[in-house]
């Protein structure tokens, strides 16, 4: 099944513990990124991904770091979790567009509580 | 930043009515993209359209693009209660406007609450 995988689910962690959140796509695709959701917010951008060893910022990358070895994972990593980052999170892959940003297929979300 | 907004934030319709939902974008676009949420759930994809399209539909979907207003309709024809959901405008940015055509900008939503 096509899918987009985040781990974990759930995490509840305190100030200051790194903490990575997985992600992986079985789609082959080449674009992936990151969101956070808040309320009143809607969903930001923290960081995409259009290639293996490509990356940038999207509008809240602060606080976090991404990495992509290789095409089916795009890591997020808080090095130094503060509880601003209490948010759900979610990660999204798509096919490359001619132009711009394509479909986005996304992962179930992560809910991370900062205590 | 470039951001779509959506409007209204929230609608409640009774089920068989159609919903109308708008979402206005800042700066020139390639994609606009309009994606629905079931509470807290991960999103789904609804339509693409791009900036050269005008309308397209997907069964009871019709996404409307007008650019020189720099906004996008998502009409519901004939609403069920299963549509309640919350609904999301995005945009990415065409070079021409000197923002990366990589980057996507989500709006804040409009709940939608269909009553059977």
């Known amino acids: 099944e096509a899918q987009v995988t985040q781990n974990p689910r759930y995490l509840i962690t305190v100030t200051g513990k790194k903490l990575t959140v997985t992600c992986s796509q079985n789609?082959?695709?080449?674009?992936m990124s990151w969101y956070r959701q808040d309320p009143g917010l809607g969903l930001r951008q923290i960081y995409y991904?259009?290639?293996?060893?490509?990356?940038d910022k999207g509008d809240v990358p602060e606080g976090y770091k991404v990495s992509r070895k290789e095409k089916r994972n795009f890591p997020l990593i808080l090095e130094s979790p503060s509880p601003n980052q209490t948010s759900l999170y979610f990660c999204?892959?798509?096919?490359?567009?001619?132009?711009?940003?394509?479909?986005?297929?996304f992962g179930p979300g992560t809910r991370l509580t900062v205590l | 930043s470039q951001q779509g907004e959506e409007d209204p934030q929230a609608l409640s319709i009774q089920e068989g009515e159609n919903a109308t939902m708008n979402c206005s974008y800042k700066?020139?676009?390639?994609?606009l993209q309009w994606y629905r949420q079931n509470s807290g759930r991960g999103l789904v994809h609804l339509i693409l359209?791009?900036?050269?399209?005008r309308e397209k539909h997907s069964g009871r979907l019709r996404v409307t693009l007008d650019t020189s207003k720099k906004s996008s309709s998502l009409l519901i024809t004939a609403s069920r209660a299963a549509d309640t959901a919350s609904y999301f405008c995005?945009?990415?940015?065409?070079?021409?406007?000197?923002?990366?055509?990589?980057?996507?900008?989500f709006g804040k939503g409009t709940l939608l609450t269909v009553n059977p």
């Open positions: 999204a892959s798509s096919l490359p567009s001619g132009s711009g940003v394509d479909t986005q297929y």
């Open positions: 789609m082959n695709h080449e674009y």
């Open positions: 991904s259009m290639n293996v060893e490509v990356t």
């Open positions: 700066t020139s676009i390639n994609n």
């Open positions: 359209i791009r900036s050269n399209e």
């Open positions: 995005a945009t990415d940015a065409s070079l021409f406007s000197g923002g990366s055509n990589y980057k996507l900008t």
